[in-house]
């Protein structure tokens, strides 16, 4: 692919490259003890040679230290952590949120993990993970916040902590970058038309996503992530990031008509689920039926549209991988021909 002067700045390509390519996943036995996670996020990078590095912590690293009880017990089985025990079903408890403090507990440990990273992967491009404000709320609430706000409950509390959070992740962005992170992947669960109305996104998520973005304006690279269906594209892809990231073999729009309405480099065009059916020819299909669709019209990294489940079949990556990295302009002629 043929890249823009800013992409081959940050990533080095060459013009006649084969495309850049990604893939996340989680470490479920590491994720909770920094020396732990550096060292299996190294070790992920050296087995796939990826073109760069998300940050994989655990999902409720945002909302440990918040006063709640999270239950981790699933993960080593393959299920998720949950939040068991929070003062924030109330909803007058939003005013009493701390402030997180980033030298102490979970976020002191991913900002380590993160160092221990840079240090180990110098030349490396390393995104690091943040939530958006609305989701860690929503963790914190168990899915609460949103009832709330519909019903018009506590509503000055809830700005009150919404505001909070936002200069809370975008204080932790701008650490992570001192860190040597070279943008965040900002993380966002709670753009579904069916979890909020479109005034209540523009009162209660829109303007504090920007707020938590300002920490992250120094970043080279920053990644929005949007996680879900029915997602509001048009509300949100204009924030201040470089990149787009969300289920586009999920849910609307297209790779192609996200690229032309936003103007932004996607990262994208492989169906999640087509790598854990373990289904290398659908995804051979959908990299170059989405780079047909994009060619000449923007930048492409090649990812997943979200993060792939521990328990992947390296196999699977490793098949994909090359493919991608067969696809330098003459590649991609043959396997067009052949597709």
Not at 61 to 89: I, K, M, Q
Not at 107 to 118: K, N, Q, V, Y
Not at 269 to 292: C, F, H, K, M
Not at 317 to 335: C, K, P, S
């Amino acid at each position: 692919m043929q890249y823009s002067a800013a992409i081959r700045s940050i990533f080095g390509t060459k013009p006649g490259a084969a495309p850049l390519f990604s893939f996340w996943s989680h470490f479920p036995d590491a994720d909770l003890d920094a020396e732990a996670l550096a060292e299996a996020t190294v070790a992920f990078q050296r087995r796939f040679d990826l073109d760069f590095v998300k940050t994989a912590p655990n999902g409720m690293y945002a909302v440990e230290d918040l006063g709640v009880r999270v239950d981790f017990s699933e993960v080593p089985r393959g299920g998720v952590a949950t939040v068991v025990e929070t003062p924030y079903d109330a909803p007058e408890a939003w005013a009493r949120l701390p402030e997180p403090d980033l030298t102490r507990g979970a976020l002191a440990r991913e900002l380590h993990a993160l160092r221990l990273m840079r240090a180990a992967m110098p030349g490396v491009p390393i995104v690091f993970t943040v939530f958006s404000p609305m989701t860690i709320a929503a963790k914190l609430s168990r899915g609460r916040i949103h009832a709330q706000i519909a019903a018009r409950v506590s509503i000055d509390a809830v700005h009150i902590a919404l505001d909070r959070i936002a200069r809370s992740v975008s204080a932790l962005s701008q650490a992570a970058l001192a860190a040597g992170a070279d943008g965040v992947f900002f993380a966002h669960q709670d753009t579904g038309r069916h979890l909020l109305s479109y005034d209540d996104f523009c009162e209660f998520v829109a303007p504090y996503d920007i707020e938590a973005l300002i920490g992250a304006q120094q970043g080279r690279f920053n990644i929005l992530h949007v996680h879900g269906e029915q997602i509001r594209f048009r509300a949100i892809q204009d924030y201040p990031v470089h990149a787009l990231n969300w289920h586009n073999w999920e849910t609307r729009p297209s790779t192609a008509a996200g690229m032309l309405t936003s103007g932004k480099c996607i990262v994208g065009g492989v169906d999640r689920w087509s790598i854990t059916q373990n289904d290398v020819p659908a995804v051979q299909r959908q990299i170059l039926e989405t780079i047909r669709a994009v060619r000449g019209h923007g930048d492409l990294i090649i990812a997943p549209s979200c993060a792939i489940r521990a328990g992947f079949s390296e196999q699977t990556m490793h098949a994909v991988r090359d493919f991608v990295r067969g696809l330098g302009e003459t590649g991609t002629a043959q396997n067009e021909a052949a597709a």
